[in-house]
């Protein structure tokens, strides 16, 4: 009895088996077929439906391809690499890494595009495709490299420039500080020569209100002189005129 179930159990899975081999095999025919007419967006469903029933090489790699075109290069280097890990063969895994290679191209990753073009020569080392495509990919990224270096270059001269006018700033800052503070001096003597001159003025004219007091005062000790010369030569006549006088008989 045992062995009737189990027996049973096998045939059914081999039939689910059988069953999704079928469905897959059909979708990745599907698929084929719409990417052929270049209907890639309907060719993805497919190769996707391939893949969830049944996983396998050229589920993936398709699938890759198809992203390719519609260039979705990220999606695709992921899908090679899932294709990299089911791989069996040399020819299988020289083709995924030449594509992966393409994929890395189109992102301008040339770093990554010429190590994959490597690895696709390793398992593959007589295909003319893969080396032309590694020769491109050495040159963009020799090119790649060199404007690098010159916007690295162009910045540190950038940086340094800054730097320099920052310190010209500085310098300019400086002498104007000065400049001001020279001003400031020099504004400062001249209101103090201002003051001393505006201080002597006013001493000068201090002295001539006293020198002018000392003039009125001898004036008015010369009318005071005239006055009493006047009084002494009213009381000589006084005194010096002629008065007779009579005898005490």
């Known amino acids: 009895m045992k062995s009737s179930v189990f027996l049973m159990v096998v045939i059914l899975s081999f039939f689910s088996l059988l069953t999704n081999a079928q469905s897959a095999h059909k979708s990745l025919r599907n698929g084929d077929m719409l990417y052929g007419f270049g209907k890639y967006t309907d060719a993805e469903t497919e190769y996707r439906r391939a893949e969830s029933v049944q996983p396998s090489v050229k589920s993936s790699f398709n699938l890759g391809n198809t992203l390719m075109q519609q ?3 990220e999606e695709a280097g992921k899908k090679y690499n899932e294709a990299a890990e089911k791989a069996s063969t040399d020819l299988e895994r020289a083709s995924i890494y030449h594509n992966q290679g393409n994929a890395f191209y189109k992102q301008q990753q040339f770093q990554e595009s010429v190590q994959a073009y ?5 398992y593959n080392s007589s295909d003319e495709a893969t080396k032309e495509n590694l020769a491109i990919a050495r040159r963009e990224l020799k090119k790649q490299q060199q404007q690098q270096q ?13 730097e320099q006018n920052k310190d010209q700033q500085d310098k300019n800052k400086d002498q104007k500080n000065k400049d001001e503070g020279d001003e400031n001096n020099n504004q400062n003597k001249d209101k103090q020569q201002q003051d001393e001159q505006r201080q002597d003025k006013g001493n000068e004219n201090q002295s001539s209100d006293k020198k002018m007091s000392k003039q009125d005062a001898q004036k008015l000790l010369e009318i005071m002189n005239n006055e009493e010369k006047k009084v002494q030569q009213k009381m000589r006549r006084v005194d010096g005129k002629n008065t007779r006088v009579k005898k005490d008989w």
């Open 118 to 122: 490597k690895q696709a020569l390793r």
């Open 71 to 73: 260039e979705r290069y």
């Open 150 to 162: 010159k916007e690295k270059q162009n910045q540190q001269n950038k940086d340094q420039n800054k």
